[in-house]
């Protein structure tokens, strides 16, 4: 597609339960990154990787929080065990390269109840 | 690791310049330093990116010191629609990892 997708839009879950997250980057892309956002806060560095590599998980907040991106295209973030305190917008981002402005998709508003 | 500071916010009104300048005292030698926009509940959108001296393309110019240690995001004769939250951003680089940290960025509002 032209830009970055994400799915799904909007995600409520119980607290307890696993979700997992998507993202479509811009075809060609090398590099992707998962960002977390609250209300009113600037986007929070999760992670990111260059292909299939994970090069730094440094900003996942606990071992509840993994992801992959097994082919160098679509990752998924998933969540396991979700809490209310993992409510938040969650952004992914693709890259030509790590030098290169990111290009950011719609998000996932997630609302663990 | 490289961090960036902005003010907190702005204000002006529609048809003045504004000019936001971000602090990167630690930034390194290969770093570029990059601005974004967001509107509220959408994502970041690129700006304009630099290395040294000025650049400037069709929506804001990008000035940067001969030092490096700061720049400055000026946006001409703005608009209502420019009311949004500016990041500045530099590559972190450590070792082979290349996160890319938001600050807290700066609130703009155009008024009338």
């Known amino acids: 597609g032209a830009g970055v997708s994400q799915s799904p839009r909007y995600k409520v879950t119980k607290r307890g339960q696993d979700v997992a997250l998507r993202c479509d980057p811009i075809s060609g892309h090398v590099s992707l990154y998962w960002y977390r956002q609250a209300l009113g806060q600037g986007p929070e560095f999760l992670t990111y990787f260059n292909y299939e590599a994970q090069q730094d998980k440094s900003g996942l907040p606990n071992d509840r929080f993994s992801a992959e991106r097994p082919e160098g295209s679509i990752s998924t973030l998933t969540i396991q065990r979700t809490e209310q305190r993992d409510s938040a917008m969650y952004r992914c981002?693709?890259?030509?390269?790590?030098?290169?402005?990111?290009?950011f998709g719609n998000g996932t508003r997630l609302t663990v109840t | 690791l490289a961090k960036t500071t902005q003010p907190i916010s702005m204000d002006s009104y529609e048809g003045q310049e504004v000019n936001i300048t971000c602090s990167h005292n630690?930034?390194?030698?290969?770093?570029?330093i990059t601005w974004y926009q967001q509107f509220p509940s959408q994502g970041p959108r690129f700006i304009i990116q630099g290395y040294k001296t000025k650049v400037t393309n069709e929506v804001a110019s990008l000035f940067i010191p001969a030092d490096r240690k700061s720049s400055t995001l000026s946006l001409p004769r703005v608009s209502l629609s420019d009311t949004a939250v500016y990041y500045c951003?530099?590559?972190?680089?450590?070792?082979?990892?290349?996160?890319?940290?938001f600050g807290s960025g700066t609130r703009l509002l155009v008024r009338p």
């Open positions: 981002a693709s890259s030509r390269q790590g030098d290169s402005p990111l290009h």
């Open positions: 630690n930034i390194a030698t290969n770093d570029y």
């Open positions: 951003l530099v590559g972190d680089r450590l070792e082979s990892s290349y996160k890319l940290i």
